[in-house]
């Protein structure tokens, strides 16, 4: 049974840093796509990060291009999203999830595992 669980969500200023870790259990992650969503109050989940377990290979939407970064590590079997200057608009609750796929994607439905999420908020 696949597990995911986030943590290190937080409430910072405008401008701060925040480090978001998923443990991942059940499996062996090698042939998934592993990603973090993010949903705000009143809106869509909406795709954030994805990196590809095996190659390392990753993606991100503009919006978090640059100041976001994914990373895994296969010894600890965790996902990292480090988000650096962050600003209001990125508040949300914020979802690992694995989808066992061979190429990224960012649509919500390649992703058959998700996390219970963690709350990020960001004060202006």
């Known amino acids: 049974q696949v597990q995911l669980v986030e943590s290190g969500g937080g409430l910072v200023q405008a401008g701060g840093s925040l480090r978001l870790s998923c443990a991942a259990s059940?499996?062996?992650?090698?042939?998934?796509?592993m990603a973090w969503f993010r949903q705000a109050p009143g809106k869509e989940r909406e795709f954030v990060a994805a990196?590809?377990?095996?190659?390392?290979?990753?993606v991100y939407p503009d919006s978090v291009k640059g100041r976001f970064t994914i990373s895994r590590d296969n010894a600890k079997n965790t996902v990292s999203l480090q988000m650096n200057r962050l600003k209001p608009e990125d508040t949300a609750v914020y979802y690992c999830?694995?989808?066992?796929?061979?190429?990224?994607?960012?649509?919500?439905?390649?992703?058959?595992?998700w996390g219970q999420g963690t709350q990020v908020t960001v004060s202006s």
């Open positions: 999830a694995a989808g066992r796929i061979s190429e990224l994607t960012t649509r919500i439905t390649g992703y058959d595992y």
């Open positions: 059940g499996r062996t992650f090698s042939g998934y796509a």
């Open positions: 990196i590809m377990w095996s190659s390392g290979r990753t």
